[in-house]
């Protein structure tokens, strides 16, 4: 079975920068895509960008310029940037394995709260 | 950007009830990429629906979904109680490769 666990600052002051890492167990972290999203308190999700093992990525282009996803296959952790943090950077953010032949997520993490505080 | 309107925004329903849940795209979405999710307080989304009528893995048979071009449904056949939540659509397009979501529907007890 596989598990996520994002991990990572609970709180970032505006204007830094936004890192948390995502630990993927009970498999391998390649072959497969994996991805971040987000969800602000009360609201819905927002896909934040993806990354497949060999280090390409995608993003949303409204996050892309504020946005730098990385993977590590050597201790299977993909890790999420996010720059100039404002407060309305603030959500739960998850880790999820994006099946990419059908373009769903199937194993998400339990979430994290990060706070953008102003 | 593709956009996706749920419907209702809230459903309240009982026990033992159909559950109809709608999905709205603003252009035609590939019948390939449109998923359904579960979330309940406090926890992760959980996948329901792939493929728009392809239930996940452990996906009880009452959950089934329909639909393809604008219109996708979620219908759970009969309510359990375990069922009252968020749910979500999500489609994917590319160029530029990118996932959206619903709004949601919040489905709770009547």
């Known amino acids: 079975q596989v598990q996520l666990q994002e991990s990572g600052p609970g709180l970032v002051k505006a204007s830094e920068t936004l890192s948390l890492t995502c630990t993927v167990s009970?498999?391998?972290?390649?072959?497969?895509?994996w991805t971040w999203i987000r969800q602000p308190p009360g609201k819905g999700l927002e896909w934040i960008g993806d990354i497949i093992h060999s280090g390409s990525t995608n993003y949303n282009p409204s996050l892309k310029s504020r946005v730098t996803i990385s993977v590590d296959t050597s201790k299977n952790q993909f890790s999420l940037k996010l720059s100039s943090v404002t407060a309305a950077d603030t959500a739960v953010y998850y880790c999820a394995r994006l099946r990419w032949e059908l373009r769903f997520f199937d194993y998400w993490g339990q979430g994290t709260l990060v706070t953008g505080s102003s | 950007e593709i956009v996706l309107t749920q419907s209702p925004g809230t459903l309240s329903l009982s026990p033992g009830e159909r559950a109809t849940l709608s999905c709205r795209a603003s252009q035609s979405v590939s019948s390939r990429y449109l998923a359904w999710y579960q979330q309940k307080p406090g926890q992760a989304p959980r996948l329901l629906i792939y493929g728009a009528s392809s239930r996940a893995t452990g996906i009880p048979d009452r959950f089934s979904g329909s639909g393809s071009g604008t219109d996708f449904t979620l219908t759970i056949s009969r309510l359990e109680p375990e069922d009252f939540a968020v749910y979500y659509c999500?489609?994917?397009?590319?160029?530029?490769?990118?996932?959206?979501f619903g709004q949601g529907t919040k489905l709770e007890i009547k």
């Open positions: 009970g498999g391998s972290i390649s072959s497969y895509y």
């Open positions: 999500q489609q994917y397009a590319g160029s530029p490769s990118m996932y959206t």
